[in-house]
């Protein structure tokens, strides 16, 4: 059974950083894709970051790049996303997901396993 767990969000001001990490379990994490993705209230869920299976490839939204950077340890089973110079509309639940293609993926479609999110909240 494939699980996907964030670490805990937060509550940050705006302008600073914060990391999330997401640790996979139940399948072979260096096989896949991963992923972060957000939603907002009332917002549809939006993707942020993706990185192929060999961390080798990422890509980035423009309302994002250069802020943010997903990354992973395969050893350990784990994606990170750094977040920096944070903006109150970057405020939603933290998703991160898992694509079997082992590709950079871009649609939500793509994505077979996902995570229960986690909330950041950035105050201004």
């Known amino acids: 059974q494939v699980q996907l767990v964030e670490s805990r969000g937060g509550l940050v001001q705006a302008g600073g950083s914060l990391r999330l990490s997401c640790v996979s379990s139940?399948?072979?994490?260096?096989?896949?894709?991963m992923g972060w993705f957000r939603q907002a209230p009332g917002k549809e869920r939006e993707l942020v970051a993706a990185?192929?299976?060999?961390?080798?490839?990422?890509y980035y939204p423009d309302s994002v790049k250069g802020r943010f950077t997903i990354s992973r340890d395969n050893a350990k089973n784990t994606v990170y996303l750094q977040m920096n110079s944070l903006k109150t509309e970057d405020t939603a639940v933290y998703y991160c997901a898992a694509a079997r293609s082992g590709w950079v993926e871009v649609p939500r479609r793509a994505y077979e396993y996902w995570g229960q999110g986690t909330q950041v909240t950035v105050a201004s």
């Open positions: 990185i192929n299976r060999s961390g080798g490839s990422t």
């Open positions: 139940g399948h072979a994490f260096g096989d896949y894709g």
